[in-house]
């Protein structure tokens, strides 16, 4: 309802900005929790993409927390960064020059061609939980892209990215949303790779 509201009233662009902001002011404040974590993505409307005060203000937040910013991968999906891919591209080179991952969310979902990657240099894909397929793996291979498996959601599933070796996966395999609270009393310290195949051992 927030986000529907927000879209509504065209202050999406105000939202990302607040969890940009909210996100490297944590990593900064808590440098013990950003030295055990390997990222952590913060998703963006298409809005944002084509809003000039709102890149001024990225710019600015990145550039303060530069220490951090390596931390972030800024998450965009797959229909946004084909609506203009220029546009995206312009993007994507920006946010790259200040040290953050970008991430090409809901990869599979929609309309995409495997054609337009190579004109988007991104640093991880996110697959669709409905096309995990290793001709996809491969291909983020060859073009140097992490991959990242969605919605993974039981061991049988976890197993079989394992053996694909895929670079991450995400879902309630490995825990359901928790406050951030939670996260800054975890402990763990491993490599994504580690931590899946703890959870397939336990089970």
């Not at 991952?101 to 697959?127: E, H, N, R, T, V």
């Amino acid at each position: 309802r927030l986000i529907g509201a927000a879209q509504r009233h065209g202050v999406m662009s105000a939202l990302d900005r607040f969890m940009l902001e909210k996100t490297l002011r944590h990593l900064s404040e808590h440098p013990e929790h950003s030295r055990r974590m390997g990222f952590i993505t913060v998703n963006l409307s298409g809005v944002s993409l084509n809003d000039e005060r709102f890149l001024a203000d990225a710019n600015s937040l990145l550039t303060e927390h530069r220490g951090v910013a390596a931390k972030v991968c800024l998450e965009i999906t797959e229909t946004v960064a084909l609506y203009d891919v220029r546009n995206t591209r312009r993007f994507i080179d920006r946010m790259r020059t200040l040290g953050v991952q970008i991430a090409l969310d809901d990869f599979g979902a929609g309309y995409s061609s495997f054609a337009y990657l190579k004109d988007l240099p991104a640093s991880l894909i996110k697959i669709d939980g409905q096309f995990i397929v290793r001709t996809i793996r491969g291909l983020a291979q060859e073009l140097g892209m992490s991959c990242l498996a969605e919605w993974v959601q039981d061991v049988a599933s976890l197993r079989v990215l394992l053996d694909m070796q895929l670079d991450y996966a995400q879902g309630y395999v490995f825990s359901h949303a928790l406050p951030i609270e939670a996260w800054l009393q975890t402990k763990v310290d491993l490599s994504p790779l580690q931590q899946a195949r703890e959870v397939v051992n336990v089970a």
